[in-house]
């Protein structure tokens, strides 16, 4: 049975490409949109300690950073994540009335693509993988092959923000919808040691049950939307409608906007879930950065996000070497 087991190693070793008697070691990067920048801090920590992944499988936002690592476009991609400001943000927001997304996404799709050319994935020098989710059947897909950049695009495409993304004869989306932390994926190609990056682990208080409420005196009241009163108000109305829309993407206040119904919905549904599969299959490592004060879409805040990716790491890095001294 020894004599078996060192085989398998020895085989398992040689095909995702690490030195037999090192366990292979796969790096699982969630989803979180802003949040996720969080993930650059974590590589970068993971770099500085000589923890090289054999495997990454990110989804979303988890996807992106994955994937710019493994083309060596992360010194790249945090120079641009820490020049973005709120009106940058804002410029990237090709707006499209009456698609299947509110963005076109053209504008990030083309400073994807000049980042990271036309790699496929099978080029990649360590095995990766993007989740997403099919339009229609709801099957989780792990983009494995062919274009990089489209992989990632449908890998974030959050519905009814982004369009879906066709690949394959498949309309795909956010991969979070089906498997926001992908332990599983990672197992499946062979990781020994599983690390998990999670982006929504600090979400104390959220999905608590509230067993009693009711309505109070005046509730139920719609407010009263007034209509501009001449021609030229309602053509000024009409030309501002994209600029209003752009910033109710980024931030409202009082009655939530239509994105942030979108977005909290989605980040409700999406907690919940990681919950459930992390339960079911955890990883070796769990990283758990406290990034609860960033939210979904403050892109502008991504040298914070960054450092708090570090922190989390720098005290995970102990436990992560046991694993492997455990499995070596």
């Known amino acids: 049975m020894r004599a078996i087991d060192t085989d398998n190693k020895v085989a398992d070793a040689h095909r995702i490409g690490v030195s037999p008697g090192k366990p292979s070691i796969g790096l699982v990067l969630g989803s979180g949109a802003a949040r996720g920048f969080a ?7 993971l770099e500085a300690n000589g923890i090289k992944p054999d495997i990454i499988v990110g989804t979303s936002m988890g996807a992106l950073v994955g994937g710019c690592y493994a083309t060596g476009q992360l010194d790249a991609l945090e120079e641009w994540a820490r020049s973005l400001t709120m009106r940058r943000v804002i410029g990237y927001l090709d707006v499209r009335i009456g698609g299947s997304g509110l963005i076109s996404g053209g504008r990030l799709s ?27 059947t709801g099957h989780e897909v792990w983009l494995t092959r062919g274009s990089l950049a489209l992989a990632l695009r449908a890998s974030y495409a959050l519905p009814g923000i982004f369009p879906p993304v066709h690949i394959g004869g498949r309309w795909l989306v ?6 926001p932390v992908p332990v599983s994926a990672a197992r499946a ?17 959220r999905g608590a049950t509230i067993a009693s409420h009711g309505a109070d005196p005046g509730d139920g009241q719609s407010a009263i939307i007034k209509e501009p009163r001449n021609s ?11 600029r209003a829309l752009k910033r109710q993407i980024i931030a409202g206040n009082g009655r ?3 994105t942030t119904v979108m977005v ?18 955890p990883p070796d490592v769990h ?18 996000a960054i450092e708090i990716g570090r922190a989390a790491t720098e005290k995970a890095v102990e436990s992560i070497n046991q694993a492997i001294a455990d499995l070596s």
Do not use: C, K
């Not at 030229?232 to 994209?242: D, K, N, V, Y």
């Open 39 to 45: 993930h650059i801090g974590v590589l970068r920590v």
């Open 110 to 136: 083309t400073r994807l693509e000049e980042s990271i050319g036309a790699a496929t994935i099978e080029q990649l020098p360590i095995r990766f993988a993007a989740i997403s989710t099919e339009i229609g």
């Open 174 to 179: 956010d991969g979070a919808l089906v498997n």
């Open 189 to 205: 190609f062979g990781a020994r040691v599983v690390i998990a990056v999670n982006m929504e682990a600090d979400r104390f208080g």
């Open 232 to 242: 030229f108000a309602r053509l000024r109305s009409m030309f501002s409608a994209e």
């Open 256 to 258: 939530p906007s239509l």
């Open 264 to 281: 909290e919905s989605f980040n409700i549904m999406q907690d919940r879930l990681t919950r459930m599969r992390l339960a079911g299959d």
């Open 287 to 304: 990283i758990t950065p406290r990034i609860g004060p960033i939210g979904w879409l403050d892109f502008h805040h991504a040298a914070e």
